[in-house]
């Protein structure tokens, strides 16, 4: 078993609010992400892929077919949008980056068919990120 | 559904490689410029993972905010700006990333925590890290 990352950046912007909590309420869970005029993040997203060495390509995937799949599934909806506004899945599920990570999984797995899909990182700063491994 | 949440932390401290059992000549030899009398010093960076289900009106693992507090509180406020060859965190213990990384675990594992302690990964330098999971293995 051989494992490929392919990494991918998205900038999109967000906020965290629960309608049914009051306007105190959601600032004091969700703090300074909870202002309604919304915020961004140069997200990164990396994709990690676990299979056996094709015998004549040497290929675990194609690196093309990867970007093409990503681009598609995930990049184009994504990057540069709203995501509260314009991703189905966020219209009612907060946009954190664990959510984000879980539906980002659940976009790919099913478009992956000679590998499996490992893993699923996401970063929201340098200094925080997101694993998800579909369990 | 197990989420993994990994948030990083910079601190800087100073340490000496040198095993007090050791002769002088096998200190050198074994720590080489790290068992320089005097110390030297990293800018160190802590990872800390975390994991667990998401609550489900937030969708988050944590708190960030709780989280960061108490990295703060137990291991920032410990070991930033200090030797750590005279903390009694090392003691006879030789302040290697490997029994520091170790000991920021035994510490994180006794100390309440917004979700469970998954592993800890400590960078001494760009080019070198640590991690220890306990008696399990860090989550690739």
Redesign the interface.
């Known amino acids: 078993m051989i494992y490929l990352t392919r990494k991918a950046e998205f900038s999109a912007a967000h906020y965290y609010h629960k309608p049914e909590w009051t306007p105190e309420e959601n600032q004091r869970v969700f703090g300074k992400c909870a202002n309604l005029n919304g915020h961004g993040h140069n997200y990164t997203l990396e994709v990690t892929v676990a299979g056996e060495v094709d015998a004549v390509t040497g290929f675990v995937i194609d690196l093309k077919l990867l970007k093409d799949i990503l681009s598609r599934e995930v990049l184009d909806d994504f990057d540069h949008r709203h995501l509260n506004k314009e991703v189905p899945e966020f219209l009612t599920l907060q946009p954190t980056t664990e959510n984000l990570a879980v539906a980002i999984w659940k976009r790919l797995d099913s478009k992956l068919h000679a590998v499996k899909l490992h893993r699923v990182r996401l970063y929201e700063l340098p200094d925080l990120f997101v694993d998800y491994y579909g369990e | ?9 910079p601190f800087s401290a100073s340490h000496r490689l040198h095993n007090a059992a050791l002769s002088d000549a096998v200190n050198r030899e074994t720590y080489g410029k790290c068992n320089n009398p005097h110390g030297h010093g990293h800018n160190y960076f802590l990872e800390v ?1 975390v994991s667990g289900p ?1 609550a489900p ?5 944590c ?3 709780a989280l960061d507090s108490t990295i703060t509180g137990e291991i920032l406020n410990r070991f930033d700006h200090q030797n750590l060859n005279q903390l009694q965190d090392f003691g006879a213990i030789v302040p290697t990333t490997e029994n520091l990384t170790i000991r920021i675990h035994q510490i994180l594992r006794q100390t309440p925590l917004p979700a469970h302690l998954e592993s800890i990964r400590v960078e001494e330098t760009a080019n070198n890290s640590f991690e220890f999971a306990g008696i399990g293995q860090p ?2």
Request: charged content about 40%; hydrophobic content about 35%; proline content about 0%.
């Open positions: 559904m197990k989420v993994y949440l990994t948030r990083r932390y993972t998401l009106e937030t969708g988050m693992v708190d960030l905010e989550r690739r």
